[in-house]
């Protein structure tokens, strides 16, 4: 018996080895799955950990962004802590993302629930009216809005004193008043882009579920409670985690409308971190600014994804 | 008979091959492309595709015109090549552009707000000509060098004076019996609140909308009282009984309903407070002849006239700036000559900046050129005909000085809460400053 002469079905690596033109072929085929989904890997490092590793330097640095950076350890950390341009900037923040989870994500869900009516006519047109905001130029939605909350000639003012007689409001001067106008243009904004994801969830809730609801007897608070959002679970989760994450990273609302005015009154954090690095050539002290925001989002984002339960089988 | 041997190339092999030498030619053809030719040794003639960049379409046509005119007579034949973006961007781009060290423009537009960005680190110093010694001769003659000054060496030359000066309706003072040649500020502010309570109209504004419109709004006043932000070594003077006087003047004024208190000192809210009538006036700089009147109302044409501004009692100056941008040019670069001799031609000489304020109103920087001639013959046709270098030169007479420091931003925004405050009254002048200076030193670090 001789395994030499027997004749079987040739594995390709046993082809390769006979044939003088493909020595050395069998490395390339055992690495081939690796060389296939290198792309997404020499990629990733290269504009995702790369760039974090080179902030996570110059975030020990003092550095105007020409000529060499000096090293300064953990100083730029060390001031980060005790500057109150930064604790306005996280406290501002804060408040935008309590207002995108406790106002936006709600309104949302009633918004899509309202679409999702049997019957309704012109779904398609709401659906287009919510969805417009997402798709407007920032820059044109500033105009437009610094235009409404304009205290002299603002469109608001106006109707507050053609129906109120009164309408003084000073909506961009004052800074409650200036965060109160970035958070409601946060609201039209963003809602209809949440409402958009809820109806698409709302659409796939089988009717069987509500049948049996009815003849259970459920009313329509306890059908939306009992089946209606155990259903929407899975995409509830997906909303508020997106929403959690991006609301903690907000720039252009606050930026185009008030640039962070008046004084720090509706700065964010990533403005904070614009304002260093690009108006104030702080590069150091914005990647430090940066490094802490990124700590900041990954462990919320990864606290949503435990709480909302998203990736789970569950 | 022997085949004569023929090499046998394999199908896999030929692949092989094929996919190497592909690689191969890419990778040059990347590496060529990323090779930058437009760093070198300074060419001395020929044909030069200049790279400028600018904020403003105004310096466009200026350096086009004067490129056209100088390539007859220069060694250079000159083919612009015009980026216009918004003016932090341009600085922005500049920047990142001079970290890679390739594709920087050749002449750059730096607005006067932005120049504290190459003032850190000396970094003007590494990218910059450095045009000290060459302004050496022109001595007090050229005006505006402090604000492109770092520790005493100068990176970029003025476009403009900046003048600011009081600019009001003449008709609508007329129909209200208000006099055109109030003294003061303080008379300016008595004459305006009974004239607020009578017709609701304003005779100035503030804006602030912006960190930079509250400053700016601020500084002019306060230059032109004898203030300023900071001193010629970079060090803050903002904590004076200038500053507190003008800030309360300011306050009183928004009060009383003499200064307009606006979001957008230039855009949509300007534009509406000027149509419907509200503002009849306004102590701005030259330049909003062009970038505040005649954009936003021109249909206001010959109704509007300029004169010196009021001054203060309690001392300055008669006249102030607010803006400014300063042609740099950067270094060690293939057209840095050539860059340098058209920014030479169109800011240095009498030609060119009399071609500077034809083409777009910039008004010289070479202070003898006010009793030019031909420059007071002009007559202003959205001023109603009027001979506008007759008030300039003479607020020209006596421009304060404006200096920069690293921290400018810095104290914009520290400003621009406390300042806002004091003009609606919700906290004293003297308060304000305090607040802003303290917020100042502890962002600042110093």
Same mark, same amino acid.
């Given at each position: 018996?001789?395994?030499?002469?027997?004749? #079987?079905?040739?594995?390709?690596? $046993?082809?390769?080895?006979?044939?003088?033109?493909?020595?050395?072929?069998?490395?390339?085929?055992?690495?081939?799955?690796?060389?296939?989904?290198?792309?997404?890997?020499?990629?990733?490092?290269?504009?995702?950990?790369?760039?974090?590793?080179?902030?996570?330097?110059?975030?020990?640095?003092?550095?105007?962004?020409?000529?060499?950076?000096?090293?300064?350890?953990?100083?730029?950390?060390?001031?980060?802590?005790?500057?109150?341009?930064?604790?306005?900037?996280?406290? $501002?923040?804060?408040?935008?993302?309590?207002?995108?989870?406790?106002?936006?994500?709600?309104?949302?869900?009633?918004?899509?629930?309202?679409?999702?009516?049997?019957?309704?006519?012109?779904?398609?047109?709401?659906?287009? #009216?919510? *969805?417009?905001?997402?798709?407007?130029?920032?820059?044109?939605?500033?105009?437009?809005?610094?235009?409404?909350?304009?205290?002299?000639?603002?469109?608001? $003012?106006?109707?507050?004193?053609?129906?109120?007689?009164?309408?003084?409001?000073?909506?961009?001067?004052?800074?409650?008043?200036?965060?109160?106008?970035?958070?409601?243009?946060?609201?039209?904004?963003?809602?209809?882009?949440?409402?958009?994801?809820?109806?698409?969830?709302?659409? $796939?809730?089988?009717?069987?579920?509500?049948?049996?609801?009815?003849?259970?007897?459920?009313?329509?608070?306890?059908?939306?409670?009992?089946?209606?959002?155990?259903?929407?679970?899975?995409?509830?989760? *997906?909303?508020?985690?997106?929403?959690?994450?991006?609301?903690?990273?907000?720039?252009?609302?606050?930026?185009?409308?008030?640039?962070?005015?008046?004084?720090?009154?509706?700065?964010?954090?990533?403005?904070?971190?614009?304002?260093?690095?690009?108006?104030?050539?702080?590069?150091?002290?914005?990647?430090?600014?940066?490094?802490?925001?990124?700590?900041?989002?990954?462990?919320?984002?990864?606290?949503?994804?435990?709480?909302?339960?998203?990736?789970?089988?569950? | 008979?022997?085949?004569?041997?023929?090499?046998?190339?394999?199908?896999?092999?030929?692949?092989?091959?094929?996919?190497?030498?592909?690689? =191969?030619?890419?990778?040059?053809?990347?590496?060529?492309?990323?090779?930058?030719?437009?760093?070198?040794?300074?060419?001395?003639?020929?044909?030069?595709?200049?790279?400028?960049?600018?904020?403003?379409?105004?310096?466009?046509?200026?350096?086009?015109?004067?490129?056209? +005119?100088?390539?007859?007579?220069?060694?250079?034949?000159?083919?612009?090549?015009?980026?216009?973006?918004?003016? =932090?961007?341009?600085?922005?781009?500049?920047?990142?552009?001079?970290?890679?060290?390739?594709?920087?423009?050749?002449?750059? @537009?730096?607005?006067?707000?932005?120049?504290?960005?190459?003032?850190?680190?000396?970094?003007?110093?590494?990218?910059?000509?450095?045009?000290?010694?060459?302004?050496?001769? !022109?001595?007090?003659?050229?005006?505006?060098?402090?604000?492109?000054?770092?520790?005493?060496?100068?990176?970029?030359?003025?476009?403009?004076?900046?003048?600011?000066?009081?600019? !009001?309706?003449?008709?609508?003072?007329?129909?209200?019996?208000?006099?055109?040649?109030?003294?003061?500020?303080?008379?300016?502010?008595?004459?305006?609140?009974?004239?607020?309570?009578?017709?609701?109209?304003?005779?100035?504004?503030?804006?602030?909308?912006?960190? =930079?419109?509250?400053?700016?709004?601020?500084?002019?006043?306060?230059?032109?009282?004898?203030?300023?932000?900071?001193?010629?070594?970079?060090?803050?003077?903002?904590?004076?009984?200038?500053?507190?006087?003008?800030?309360?003047?300011?306050?009183?004024?928004?009060?009383?309903?003499?200064?307009?208190?606006?979001?957008?000192?230039?855009?949509?809210?300007?534009?509406?407070?000027?149509?419907?009538?509200?503002?009849?006036?306004?102590?701005?700089?030259?330049? !909003?002849?062009?970038?505040?009147? +005649?954009?936003?109302?021109?249909?206001?044409? =010959?109704?509007?006239?300029?004169?010196?501004?009021?001054?203060?009692?309690?001392?300055?100056?008669?006249?102030?700036?607010?803006?400014?941008? @300063?042609?740099?040019?950067?270094?060690?670069?293939?057209?840095?000559?050539?860059?340098?001799?058209?920014?030479?031609?169109?800011?240095?000489?009498?030609?060119?900046?009399?071609?500077?304020?034809?083409?777009?109103?910039?008004?010289?920087?070479?202070?003898?050129?006010?009793?030019?001639?031909?420059?007071?013959?002009?007559?202003?046709?959205?001023?109603?005909?009027?001979?506008?270098?007759?008030?300039?030169?003479?607020?020209?007479?006596?421009?304060?000085?404006?200096? +920069?420091?690293?921290?400018?931003?810095?104290?914009?925004?520290?400003?621009?809460?406390?300042?806002?405050?004091?003009?609606?009254?919700?906290?004293?002048?003297?308060?304000?400053?305090?607040?802003?200076?303290?917020?100042?030193?502890? +962002?600042?670090?110093?």
């Amino acid at each position: 018996m001789s395994t030499a002469t027997t004749p #079987s079905a040739p594995s390709p690596t $046993n082809t390769h080895r006979n044939d003088p033109a493909g020595a050395g072929t069998s490395i390339t085929a055992s690495k081939a799955p690796y060389i296939f989904i290198s792309p997404f890997f020499v990629l990733y490092g290269l504009f995702m950990i790369v760039p974090i590793g080179v902030g996570l330097y110059l975030s020990l640095t003092d550095w105007a962004g020409i000529g060499s950076p000096t090293f300064v350890g953990l100083r730029n950390y060390q001031w980060l802590l005790t500057d109150y341009s930064f604790w306005t900037a996280v406290g $501002n923040t804060a408040i935008y993302v309590a207002v995108s989870m406790l106002i936006v994500l709600p309104l949302a869900l009633l918004i899509a629930q309202a679409l999702n009516a049997r019957g309704l006519r012109g779904r398609d047109l709401f659906r287009l #009216s919510y *969805f417009t905001p997402v798709v407007l130029s920032p820059i044109v939605i500033a105009l437009v809005f610094t235009l409404f909350y304009d205290r002299e000639f603002g469109l608001f $003012n106006a109707f507050f004193r053609g129906v109120f007689g009164w309408g003084g409001i000073d909506w961009l001067g004052d800074p409650s008043w200036a965060k109160l106008s970035v958070v409601l243009l946060v609201i039209w904004k963003w809602t209809g882009y949440m409402t958009i994801f809820f109806l698409a969830g709302l659409q $796939n809730v089988p009717r069987e579920l509500y049948e049996a609801a009815a003849l259970d007897g459920s009313g329509p608070i306890r059908t939306f409670f009992a089946v209606t959002l155990p259903v929407l679970r899975p995409v509830t989760a *997906f909303v508020a985690v997106t929403t959690l994450v991006s609301s903690a990273q907000i720039f252009e609302e606050p930026y185009l409308l008030t640039q962070g005015g008046p004084g720090e009154s509706t700065l964010s954090v990533a403005q904070f971190i614009f304002r260093a690095a690009f108006e104030r050539q702080q590069m150091g002290y914005a990647a430090a600014a940066g490094v802490i925001m990124f700590v900041f989002v990954f462990a919320l984002g990864r606290s949503a994804n435990k709480v909302f339960g998203v990736g789970s089988t569950r | 008979m022997k085949q004569p041997h023929r090499a046998v190339t394999s199908r896999r092999a030929f692949l092989h091959g094929g996919a190497a030498l592909a690689a =191969g030619v890419a990778g040059s053809a990347a590496l060529t492309s990323c090779a930058d030719t437009s760093y070198g040794p300074a060419r001395s003639s020929g044909a030069l595709d200049l790279a400028m960049w600018t904020h403003d379409p105004g310096y466009i046509t200026t350096f086009t015109e004067s490129a056209a +005119q100088l390539s007859t007579t220069s060694p250079f034949q000159y083919d612009l090549q015009v980026t216009q973006s918004a003016a =932090g961007d341009v600085m922005t781009r500049f920047i990142n552009q001079a970290i890679v060290g390739k594709g920087t423009p050749d002449l750059t @537009g730096i607005e006067v707000g932005q120049f504290n960005r190459v003032m850190r680190s000396d970094v003007a110093g590494d990218i910059l000509i450095d045009w000290t010694e060459e302004l050496e001769q !022109y001595g007090e003659d050229l005006l505006r060098k402090q604000p492109y000054s770092v520790d005493g060496r100068v990176y970029a030359i003025e476009s403009d004076t900046c003048l600011s000066i009081y600019w !009001y309706r003449e008709d609508e003072f007329a129909k209200n019996g208000l006099p055109t040649d109030l003294d003061t500020w303080e008379d300016l502010l008595e004459a305006g609140g009974a004239l607020h309570q009578k017709t609701g109209q304003s005779l100035a504004m503030v804006g602030t909308g912006t960190p =930079g419109d509250t400053a700016s709004s601020l500084q002019q006043w306060l230059l032109q009282r004898g203030g300023g932000f900071f001193d010629q070594d970079g060090e803050l003077i903002l904590d004076s009984p200038e500053t507190v006087e003008t800030l309360d003047w300011m306050a009183r004024g928004v009060a009383n309903g003499t200064l307009i208190n606006l979001p957008d000192a230039y855009g949509a809210p300007l534009a509406a407070a000027l149509k419907q009538g509200q503002l009849i006036g306004t102590f701005m700089p030259n330049w !909003y002849n062009a970038y505040g009147l +005649q954009a936003n109302v021109p249909d206001q044409k =010959g109704l509007w006239r300029m004169r010196v501004a009021p001054r203060f009692t309690g001392g300055g100056h008669i006249a102030s700036s607010s803006g400014g941008t @300063g042609f740099a040019v950067t270094k060690d670069k293939v057209n840095t000559d050539g860059a340098q001799e058209l920014l030479r031609a169109t800011y240095l000489t009498r030609e060119g900046q009399l071609l500077r304020y034809k083409a777009a109103g910039y008004l010289p920087t070479i202070k003898s050129l006010y009793s030019d001639p031909e420059l007071l013959a002009i007559e202003d046709e959205y001023l109603g005909g009027q001979r506008v270098f007759e008030v300039l030169g003479e607020a020209a007479e006596d421009l304060p000085s404006f200096y +920069q420091s690293p921290n400018y931003a810095i104290l914009q925004s520290a400003l621009a809460g406390p300042v806002q405050a004091a003009l609606r009254g919700r906290t004293t002048a003297a308060r304000a400053i305090a607040d802003s200076v303290e917020s100042y030193r502890k +962002q600042a670090r110093t």
